[in-house]
Nanobody
Framework: QVQLLEFGGGLVQAGGSLELSCAVS????????MGWFRQVPGNERDFVSG??????AIDYADSVKGRFITSRDKKTVYLQMTSLNAEDTGVYYC?????????????????WGQGTQVTVSS
């Protein structure tokens, strides 16, 4: 069993920055992937970024490339968000899957954090 606990989120003005973190506890190994997803009402959870614990590979959605940075320190994963705009608004979830490859489909992830609201005001 794996538990994910998210921190961060909040209200920020357009152009501002925000950092999210996700602490993982429970049974983990090097064959794990952590992902970040964003959800707005009425939509499915969209892939934002992911990091493979196996080889350190990182993937980003095109919409956040160059603005968001995902990093990992032991069992905590971070999402540093800069140059935020209104389209970045949503509930952000961290997610965990067993495997080596980063998957962009939310259905590939087995465990989820509680979600944290990010609101970007214009």
């Amino acid at each position: 069993q794996v538990q994910l606990l998210e921190f961060g989120g909040g209200l920020v003005q357009a152009g501002g920055s925000l950092e999210l973190s996700c602490a993982v506890s429970g049974r983990t190994s090097s064959d794990n992937v952590m992902g970040w997803f964003r959800q707005v009402p009425g939509n499915e959870r969209d892939f934002v970024s992911g990091v493979s614990w196996y080889d350190g590979a990182i993937d980003y959605a095109d919409s956040v490339k160059g603005r968001f940075i995902t990093s990992r320190d032991k069992k905590t994963v971070y999402l540093q968000m800069t140059s935020l705009n209104a389209e970045d608004t949503g509930v952000y979830y961290c997610a965990f899957r067993n495997g080596r490859a980063i998957e962009r489909a939310y259905s590939a992830y087995e465990y989820w954090g509680q979600g944290t609201q990010v609101t970007v005001s214009s």
